[in-house]
Every structure is written in structure tokens, then in C-alpha cells.
């Protein structure tokens, strides 16, 4: 065969070598995510609370800027995720926590002299939409048996946003026990002149970002940190001002005046404070993080042929040049 015969056929085996990669990951990527739509997702890490009480050694910070490390707690959720789109889902989430506060482990001076304290269990549900950057991948990027190749990206990211409620309940320890705040009123709800009553439902809009690795063609595991905005601000039991002591012994009893106001001493005598002074922030809402480590498991479909299961498969092409 002559060089100018050669030469076309060279260029065509050329250009067929280079497609070889390109439809490979194509068909192997197209439509191949519809089978495993469905995702179970647990999670184990931990919780941290942002609001009035504890916090760093300085007046009160928005956002992570008063995060207090030592009052972190753990944290455990369990949820299924249905992906709509290759890189996008729906998941919904349940989640307990352990939230906490204490104002004796800062040392600024009108929190420290406030001397109050506080734990709660947390229960949240959540609604999320996820955006997925990249999915996670395992293996070769080719699908073709006895072509080996460099391997794909395995790290996947995504961010998600939603809507949630969550249950609370505020205690703080007295006398050995765990005392319950809200019933207490400490800060005049329900009394005459006094703040409004919360409850321990609420509503909440989580948001955050995570990362996926895979650990088989089933299994992924990766870390997940979530942002929480609330609606409240008593998550803690402490919003707005101090409400008249002695009328709050007369409605709840001593243990209910107390625990409102367990002052050191260092800006009121060791009196009561008087009707009126601030307590908390009221515009600055209480939040909560969680980080978590999590695992993936992948549903995969199935069907059923003569008595036994396959594993439905996205329909693909031959690659021809």
C-alpha cells in the first residue's frame, strides 16, 4: 500500500483512538444515575449552640463569631435522599441534638455576673434541596473490558437549603436536678407587663455545604456542616428583660425567682436587677450548627425475571467510529 493510502487511514484510526474516551465516559455517565435514585443517609457528629447565653470572652457576636467550643454536644440523624436530576435532590432529615450554654465560661463581665445556664434536647425535622457540583465516583473512567485509563474525581460537593421545625425544651440544673424553664416564665410571660409566651415548637431554615467519597458502588461516606436560622429566641430561655422579682416569686414560687435571675452581685449588690433591665438580645435570634460525619447507602432499582432479580440498567449504545 502506497504512503498517500496510508496516510487517510492513519488520520481515521487517530481520530477513532481519541473519541474512545470521550464516548466511553458518556455512556457510562448517561442516564446511569436513574438507577440508584434513592438514598437511606445516617449521621454522627456533633452540635453547638449560638445564642445569648456562655459564649466567647467578649458582648455578644451574630453568626459563629460567639461560638463556644466547650459546649459542644453530640449529635445523631438519620434521612433518605431522592435525587430529581443527576445533580440535584430532595431529602428530608431527622436530627437530635444536645444544645448548651453557661455564662461561667466567659469572662465578660455582664455575662459572667448574669450566671445563667442552660441545656436542652433539640429534635429537627428538615425539608432540603440539594445541588451537587460534582458526584462522587469509583473506579476507572472507562467501562470498556481491558482498557485501563486514569481514574475519575471520587470527591464529590454539594450545598443544600431548606425548611425545618424543631422541638426544644430548656433546662437548667438546680439542686441536683434538671429544672425545666419554660413552665417558670422567667422572664414574665404570661404576667402583666410581661414577655410573651414561646413555644417549644418552631419553625427553623437549615443550610450548609458537604463533601462525598465512594466507598464502593453502594457505600459513601463524607462530612456534612449545617447552618441553622431560627425564628426564636429562646432556645436558651433568655430574649429580652428582666422582669420584677418579687411579682415572680408571688405567681411561680421562689425556685421560678431564682432561676431568673441568679445574679453575682457584681452590678446590683447581690439584689434582684430591677424590672426592666436587659436580659438578652432579642434581635439577635438564636442558631445552631451541626457537623457530621454521614454514610450513603444507594438504593438500587431491581426488577424481577423468572424468579430472579436483576439490576435495572440504563439502556446503552455501542460506540462506533
Not at 447507602?297 to 455501542?318: F, M
Request: a positive charge.
Amino acid at each position: 500500500m502506497h504512503l498517500k493510502e496510508r496516510l487517510p487511514l492513519s488520520f481515521l484510526l487517530i481520530l477513532g483512538l481519541l473519541a474512545l474516551p470521550a464516548k466511553a465516559q458518556y455512556f457510562r455517565n448517561s442516564g446511569y444515575w436513574k438507577t440508584h435514585r434513592g438514598e437511606v443517609t445516617v449521621g454522627l457528629g456533633i452540635s453547638n449552640f449560638l445564642g445569648e447565653l456562655g459564649g466567647r470572652n467578649q458582648i455578644g457576636s451574630p453568626f459563629v463569631w460567639d461560638l463556644e467550643l466547650s459546649q459542644t454536644k453530640p449529635a445523631v440523624s438519620i434521612g433518605y435522599r431522592y435525587h430529581v436530576a443527576e445533580k440535584q435532590a430532595i431529602r428530608t432529615q431527622l436530627t437530635y441534638g444536645i444544645l448548651a450554654g453557661n455564662d461561667n465560661l466567659t469572662t465578660e463581665p455582664f455575662r459572667q455576673d448574669r450566671n445563667l445556664n442552660f441545656k436542652s434536647d433539640l429534635f429537627e425535622f428538615q425539608l432540603n434541596y440539594e445541588l451537587h457540583f460534582y458526584r462522587e465516583e469509583l473506579g476507572h473512567i472507562y467501562t470498556l473490558r481491558g482498557v485501563k485509563g486514569k481514574k475519575s474525581a471520587r470527591v464529590g460537593l454539594y450545598i443544600f437549603a431548606g425548611v425545618g421545625g424543631f422541638y426544644f425544651n430548656p433546662k437548667t440544673q438546680f439542686n441536683n436536678s434538671w429544672i425545666a424553664l419554660q413552665p417558670l416564665g422567667t422572664e414574665g410571660q404570661g404576667l402583666p407587663d410581661g414577655a410573651k409566651s414561646y413555644s417549644l415548637f418552631q419553625f427553623c431554615i437549615p443550610m450548609g455545604v458537604g463533601i462525598r467519597k465512594a466507598i464502593s458502588k453502594q457505600w459513601s461516606g463524607g462530612l456534612e456542616l449545617q447552618y441553622t436560622k431560627t425564628f426564636t429566641d429562646y432556645i436558651d430561655d433568655v430574649s429580652g428583660t428582666y422582669y420584677d422579682n418579687d411579682a415572680l416569686r408571688e405567681a411561680h414560687g421562689d425556685v421560678a425567682a431564682y432561676l431568673a435571675d441568679p445574679n453575682l452581685g457584681a452590678f446590683s449588690a447581690g439584689n434582684p436587677r430591677p424590672m426592666g433591665d436587659q436580659r438578652g438580645d432579642s434581635k439577635d435570634l438564636d442558631a445552631y450548627l451541626f457537623l457530621k460525619a454521614q454514610f450513603h447507602y444507594k438504593l438500587y432499582k431491581y426488577k424481577v425475571q423468572g424468579g430472579h432479580k436483576y439490576r435495572t440498567r440504563i439502556r446503552r449504545q455501542k460506540i462506533v467510529f
